[in-house]
């Protein structure tokens, strides 16, 4: 008898490289895989499918014959394998097994094991369950004195995570830490464009916590340069850059290997829509970084994938399904700057409010100016680090749209029209050039 007609195909894929596993030597195993041949549609007994990491059974009730193997799965939500196909036996006579039993949405899954005739398959765990459960994992937020940066401090204090929260303010540094009250939140100065502060900054928090499991570099500045790109100040540009990109850069190199060598944990990168899906043209400055913070992280995102670590990657892009703008520290354009890059400008010192500026011009337009809550993007955060997901932000419908016109002028070779909407997120070109 032929093995199509004497043994079912189990096509397993564990991973997304759908590699395949197999044991035992009997040619006629089914465990021995073969090219899988196109199932007949009333031939499909079951599949366990997945949607953020989550697996839920189907079985049809109308099925004649089941394979004879024994499922196991302890916990089924969770299951860190996919078992895409299960074909029926043409033995008649095996019983149905029941339905397995759904676990907690907060379950940390065990390995999915498959046993058939004393012999067993234990499939790896994937990374992004191993990080389901966030309780007493430990984050480090850059920028986390204030805005975004606090704002996910908050959700990983609710998840019952060890934050450090790391700025350059120590005075407001210190207010945040005090007004969470909390053993497991300490505060930690840092100075992102300084390696050597970044890795004190993990030093420290491995002292005090005992380790280290998520880096969610957050901080960024907006520099408030004055007339179009080209009339930049070069200083102006060096903090930014310094700041916004390799800010960054310090974090990664400063945290990965730890990660690594543990294999485990999570980088979040914080970017922005404006430069990670197209520029706001008259903003310049501020899109150029965040178009490299995105690059670098698809980048680091591959890179992890080679090496096949298990620690993950996301991208942050702060954004709501509410209506209305993200009031952070990043609208007050030039706040904080250091001496090293002044510009020998009344202006160095009197940081410009930028959203103050907006509310003014919406106002005269006859818009008003609602707040999107700084909770939504730290529960995007979250989920990026729960559920291994990569572009953590909410698809709204207008960036979408923008991103298509985009993706049109490249793929069809013409001007990026798209960019001359009039935006009142920034002054006119005739008024910066008065500023």
């Known amino acids: 008898m032929g093995r199509s007609r004497q043994y079912p195909w189990l096509h397993l894929n564990a991973d997304r490289s759908a590699a395949r596993y197999a044991t035992g030597s009997d040619p006629h195993s089914p465990w021995m895989m073969e090219p899988e041949p196109e199932p007949e549609p009333e031939h499909r007994l079951g599949k366990l499918s997945s949607a953020w990491g989550m697996a839920d059974a189907q079985l049809y009730p109308d099925?004649?014959?089941?394979?004879?193997?024994?499922?196991?799965?302890?916990?089924?939500?969770?299951?860190?394998?996919?078992?895409?196909?299960?074909?029926?036996?043409?033995?008649?006579?095996?019983?149905?097994?029941?339905?397995?039993?759904?676990?907690?949405?907060?379950?940390?899954?065990?390995?999915?094991?498959?046993?058939?005739e004393n012999r067993t398959i234990e499939l790896p765990k994937r990374r992004q369950f191993e990080m389901r459960e966030l309780r007493d994992k430990v984050a480090v937020v850059t920028g986390g004195s204030g805005g975004i940066g606090l704002a996910i401090g908050e959700a990983m204090l609710a998840e019952g995570m060890k934050v450090v929260l790391a700025d350059i303010t120590e005075d407001t540094l210190a207010q945040a830490v005090k007004e969470f009250g909390s053993d497991d939140v300490i505060g930690i100065p840092v100075d992102v464009t300084?390696?050597?502060?970044?890795?004190?900054?993990?030093?420290?928090?491995?002292?005090?916590?005992?380790?280290?499991?998520?880096?969610?570099?957050?901080?960024?500045?907006g520099?408030?340069?004055?007339?179009?790109?080209w009339e930049h100040h070069l200083n102006d540009w060096k903090w930014s850059l310094d700041v916004n990109v390799m800010g960054v850069i310090n974090g990664m190199n400063a945290f990965i290997p730890t990660l690594i060598e543990q294999n485990e944990g999570h980088v979040v990168n914080t970017s922005s829509g404006n430069g990670a899906y197209y520029p706001i043209a008259s903003s310049g400055m501020y899109p150029v970084t965040k178009a490299a913070v995105t690059t670098l992280t698809?980048?680091?995102?591959?890179?992890?994938?080679?090496?096949?670590?298990?620690?993950?990657?996301?991208?942050?892009?702060?954004s709501s399904?509410?209506?209305?703008?993200?009031?952070?520290?990043?609208?007050?354009?030039?706040?904080?700057?250091?001496?090293?890059?002044?510009r020998n400008d009344p202006d160095d010192n009197n940081p410009r409010d930028a959203l103050a500026e907006y509310r003014e011009r919406a106002a005269a337009a006859g818009q008003e100016v609602p707040e999107a809550p700084l909770s939504d993007v730290?529960?995007?955060?979250?989920?990026?680090?729960?559920?291994?997901?990569?572009?953590?932000?909410?698809?709204?419908?207008?960036?979408?749209?923008?991103?298509?016109?985009?993706?049109?002028?490249?793929?069809?070779l013409t001007p990026p029209e798209y960019l001359r909407e009039v935006n009142l997120m920034s002054a006119a070109a005739d008024e910066r050039s008065k500023q």
């Not at 300084?194 to 500045?221: C, K, M, P, W, Y």
């Not at 993200?326 to 904080?336: D, E, H, Q, R, Y």
């Not at 953590?392 to 490249?410: F, V």
Request: with cysteine; glycine share 8%.
């Open 321 to 342: 399904p509410t209506p209305g703008v993200l009031a952070t520290g990043i609208w007050k354009a030039g706040a904080n700057r250091p001496d090293r890059f002044l």
């Open 223 to 229: 520099a408030g340069a004055k007339g179009s790109v």
């Open 298 to 318: 698809e980048c680091l995102w591959g890179q992890l994938k080679e090496i096949n670590s298990e620690v993950g990657a996301s991208i942050l892009l702060p």
């Open 194 to 221: 300084n390696f050597d502060s970044l890795e004190a900054l993990r030093d420290q928090t491995i002292e005090h916590f005992g380790g280290v499991h998520v880096i969610v570099n957050n901080a960024a500045v």
């Open 378 to 412: 730290a529960d995007l955060c979250i989920r990026g680090i729960r559920d291994d997901l990569f572009w953590a932000t909410y698809p709204l419908e207008g960036m979408m749209e923008k991103l298509d016109d985009r993706y049109a002028s490249m793929k069809n």
């Open 63 to 116: 099925a004649e014959d089941f394979l004879h193997h024994e499922l196991v799965i302890p916990h089924l939500k969770g299951v860190p394998c996919r078992i895409n196909k299960i074909m029926r036996s043409r033995n008649r006579g095996v019983p149905k097994p029941a339905r397995a039993p759904l676990a907690s949405k907060n379950a940390i899954a065990p390995p999915c094991e498959v046993r058939a």
